[in-house]
């Protein structure tokens, strides 16, 4: 019983595509599970912690500025991480009224035994583009997306209110 579409024959260019598609996603999986393993973390939580790591005292703002993602998905992420005893929030000391985030002592050691989190070798090849190809393929990638691509959790993180499966908790 399979789909009653008719598939296009796969060109060269579409075969490109697919090929490259699929290296990022087997490099993201591939580092989502390595990092349950081996830390307990989701490659999310890794890649949160490394860059609190390396910027101690960011805002969730901040951290979402610098992880390429939206701050409520930095907050589950920055949260699940707290209940781990990995970071925490405490005022700033230039602005009470703002709130920063630090690695604990226990989270500064697994930042630093891991390997770079996967998610920052990408945001650095994104970054060797230039302007102008990262430009024109956030276009192309939006066009080809889901329509509901927006705010999505960061990778193999879930949203708020699912579980691993994607089904809403109760």
């Given amino acids: ?4 579409t008719k598939l ?9 595509i697919l090929q490259s598609l ?15 393993r081996r830390f307990g973390l989701s490659a999310a939580q890794l890649f949160v912690l490394q860059v609190l790591q390396d910027q101690p005292g960011l805002s969730l703002g901040e951290v979402a500025e610098r992880t390429g993602t939206d701050q409520s998905s930095v907050s589950v992420v920055v949260r ?10 405490q005022a700033s000391p230039e602005d009470a009224r ?5 690695p604990t002592a226990a989270g500064s050691r697994l930042a630093q035994s891991a390997p770079p ?9 994104l970054a060797a583009l230039g302007t102008r190809d990262r430009a024109q393929l956030a276009e192309l990638l939006e ?5 509901d691509a927006e705010a999505q959790p960061m990778f193999f ?8 499966k994607g089904k809403a908790r109760d």
């Fill in 143 to 147: 066009r080809f997306a889901p329509a």
């Fill in 157 to 164: 993180e879930e949203a708020a209110g699912t579980t691993k």
């Fill in 80 to 89: 699940k991480l707290q209940e781990k005893q990995l970071v925490q929030k």
């Fill in 1 to 4: 019983m399979g789909s009653q």
């Fill in 8 to 16: 296009p024959k796969a060109d060269a260019a579409t075969r490109r």
């Fill in 98 to 102: 703002r709130l920063v985030i630090h």
């Fill in 117 to 125: 989190a996967v998610q920052g070798q990408l945001i650095q090849r």
């Fill in 22 to 36: 699929r290296a990022i996603v087997r490099d993201l999986r591939l580092a989502s599970v390595s990092c349950e």
